[in-house]
T-cell receptor
Framework: DQQVKQNSPSLSVQEGRISILNCDYT??????FLWYKKYPAEGPTFLIS?????DKNEDGRFTVFLNKSAKHLSLHIVPSQPGDSAVYFC???????????????FGQGTILTVHP | DSGVTQTPKHLITATGQRVTLRCSPR?????VYWYQQSLDQGLQFLIQ???????AKGNILERFSAQQFPDLHSELNLSSLELGDSALYFC????????????FGPGTRLTVT
């Protein structure tokens, strides 16, 4: 039961253009969403997050959009740079409490390649 | 460098064996999480500890167990290993037990032959 899905295994964009990575979720209890970036031979690195009370969060070149009715979020990178080439994971969590606490549910990842 | 350390980096062992993976959280972090990443899967949550106590459990097999010690480092024990246990095992830490923003170590790559 894949509660968080990233349907695009890979994405290729030109340097300077926009990269859009997508993520869908099925669990309506999820109310906090995160994006992690992962380079080979390293652990995932936190990138940006958004609470369900917002529909947009921006941090420099990175913006995350949340559409709760569609259970969809996206990460926009503008402008894309070759150093952004990595695997991007979407993750979701429910409000801590009960058995949830800090448990993150991850998507399968999207490999982003930014060409010079 | 996230500040989370994991040892060993690589581990090769045979089926039926038992191994122990070790994790040291960032300084000041009280919570430790273990995740498994198999070849074609995303990261799967295994278990969480907070200040020495088990806090949350995911789809962790009965053959697997973990603990967090008084100095806050954690160990993940995998026993009766099977070929399908070959994976990357990540440890993450956070300040509290309810932190969404977790800091990951570099992982331990386990190969079961």
């Amino acid at each position: 039961d894949q509660q968080v899905k990233q349907n695009s295994p890979s994405l290729s964009v030109q340097e300077g253009r926009i990269s859009i990575l997508n993520c869908d979720y099925t669990n309506s209890m999820f109310d906090y969403f995160l994006w992690y970036k992962k380079y080979p031979a390293e652990g995932p690195t936190f990138l940006i997050s958004i609470s369900s009370i917002k529909d947009k969060n921006e941090d420099g070149r990175f913006t995350v959009f949340l559409n709760k009715s569609a259970k969809h979020l996206s990460l926009h990178i503008v402008p894309s740079q070759p150093g952004d080439s990595a695997v991007y994971f979407c993750a979701a969590s429910a409000t801590p409490g009960g058995t949830s606490y800090g448990k993150l549910t991850f998507g399968q990842g999207t490999i982003l390649t930014v060409h010079p | 460098d996230s500040g989370v350390t994991q040892t060993p980096k690589h581990l090769i062992t045979a089926t039926g064996q038992r191994v122990t993976l070790r994790c040291s959280p960032r300084s000041g972090d009280l919570s430790v999480y273990w995740y498994q990443q198999s070849l074609d899967q995303g990261l799967q949550f295994l278990i969480q500890y907070y200040n020495g106590e088990e806090r949350a459990k995911g789809n962790i097999l009965e053959r697997f167990s973990a603990q967090q010690f008084p100095d806050l480092h954690s160990e993940l024990n995998l026993s009766s290993l099977e070929l399908g246990d070959s994976a990357l095992y990540f440890c993450a830490s956070s300040v509290t037990g309810e932190s969404y923003e977790q800091y990951f170590g570099p992982g331990t790559r386990l190969t079961v032959t």
